[in-house]
């Protein structure tokens, strides 16, 4: 049976990972892989959940299942964090999954037994996996404009002109914020003409929110999201807390199904624990825990806000040290965009050979489309790229 297998295309961020830790170069910089970095190049365990981690191990009796759905007080602390009030918590399915990726992966299930001809138009670019779920599935997947590689901010008028194109009961998958792999993000009149082109054409939204709180702050964030939610008649939400948590390893993440009609949420909320049960029965809950305790506790949430917020500006203040030096070395405002993105990841517009030069040259490991995670630079390292990305011509 097996010799039947093909071999699978390789992980190109997993294979960028590998050529960087088999570079012998002291001064190499990993701008590829997709998590946060502090100034020393350290994935932090974040002080609340030491702490949270502390409780649950002094005060947890049982490691029995919670439920298929996970636990309870997880997704109304999680619905609490990401909705706030904007939607009536009876409107609301919810369930635990193995990070924002089981999220993902659960709702299109979800689309593919509810509408098997929905097509679901996904932003150019968007994160990979997206891709290559839906393509796995079988579900047909449409490209809508949205980065624009002169200004590298948002195609908006590509966007709209794209989704219009959608048929009623299509999909139309957005970033919720800190949009990966482009970092450009709409603005609040923009996200409102999206959610007028969706109940006008009869579509379904379907937001995927990794980063809230690591661009603009926890509400800011969570504000388009709110609108899409509050606004639409049916609504997908995958959440990740792998990235505002820190969590990654403990894969944490909710589905959250919403329907204006409070009476459709008891069937949504079964299909929903049916689709667990079919995946992986009963999703991990040490994670879910940890974040729970967080958010329910006013004096660990306060801790955690407060290291969240040092992360967002340390971003921040890269994102500009990088353009001002940019700016400097170049003689011109053209990088001032990286500035204006918002979240871990940028996309510096640098044709893929210029990318491998930066590699090659200079030591710099980038995704060949040129997403770059900011987090991975420090105030070191910044006058680094910058004349590394000046010497090579970007």
């Known amino acids: 049976m097996f010799e039947n297998l093909k071999p699978q295309p390789a992980d190109k961020i997993l294979a960028l990972m590998q050529?960087?830790?088999?570079?012998?170069?002291?001064?190499?910089?990993?701008?590829?892989v997709g998590v946060y970095k502090d100034a020393n190049g350290v994935t932090p365990v974040m002080r609340a959940v030491k702490a949270a981690e502390h409780r649950i191990w002094e005060e947890q009796q049982t490691k029995a299942y919670t439920g298929l759905a996970g636990d309870p007080a997880y997704a109304d602390a999680m619905i609490t964090l990401i909705l706030g009030t904007s939607v009536p918590r009876a409107n609301i399915a919810a369930v635990a999954t193995p990070g924002g990726t089981g999220a993902c992966r659960q709702a299109f299930e979800l689309i593919r037994m509810a509408n098997p001809s929905a097509r679901v138009f996904v932003s150019n670019p968007t994160w990979p996996n997206h891709i290559s779920i839906l393509n796995y599935l079988g579900i047909e997947t449409v490209a809508y404009r949205y980065f624009d590689e002169e200004t590298r901010g948002v195609d908006f008028d590509g966007m709209i002109e794209d989704l219009k194109t959608a048929?009623?009961?299509?999909?139309?998958?957005?970033?919720?914020?800190?949009?990966?792999?482009?970092?450009?993000n709409l603005n609040m009149v923009q996200w409102q003409e999206v959610v007028n082109l969706i109940n006008d054409r009869g579509l379904v939204a379907m937001i995927d929110i990794a980063y809230q709180g690591f661009g603009d702050g926890l509400n800011e964030d969570a504000q388009a999201t709110r609108l899409v939610a509050s606004s639409v008649k049916e609504c997908l939400i995958a959440a990740s807390c792998s990235k505002n948590f820190g969590v990654y390893r403990e894969r944490t993440g909710l589905l959250m199904a919403i329907s204006a009609d409070a009476g459709q949420t008891a069937l949504n909320q079964g299909t929903l624990a049916f689709l667990n049960r079919q995946n992986y029965s009963f999703p991990p809950d040490h994670g879910a825990r940890v974040v729970t305790t967080i958010l329910m506790d006013e004096g660990l949430r306060a801790d955690w806000m407060a290291e969240l917020e040092e992360v967002r500006l340390s971003m921040l203040g890269l994102r500009r040290q990088l353009a001002d030096e940019l700016q400097r070395l170049s003689g011109s405002d053209r990088f001032g965009f990286l500035a204006q993105h918002r979240g871990m990841f940028s996309r510096l517009g640098a044709a893929p050979e210029l990318v491998e030069k930066l590699r090659v040259e200079h030591g710099i490991y980038m995704v060949g489309d040129s997403r770059m995670n900011i987090a991975g630079l420090n105030e070191a390292t910044v006058p680094i790229l910058a004349k590394a990305i000046i010497d090579v011509g970007v």
């Open 167 to 184: 048929k009623a009961g299509d999909l139309v998958l957005l970033h919720g914020c800190c949009h990966n792999p482009t970092g450009a």
């Open 19 to 32: 050529m960087y830790r088999e570079d012998p170069r002291e001064q190499k910089i990993d701008l590829g």
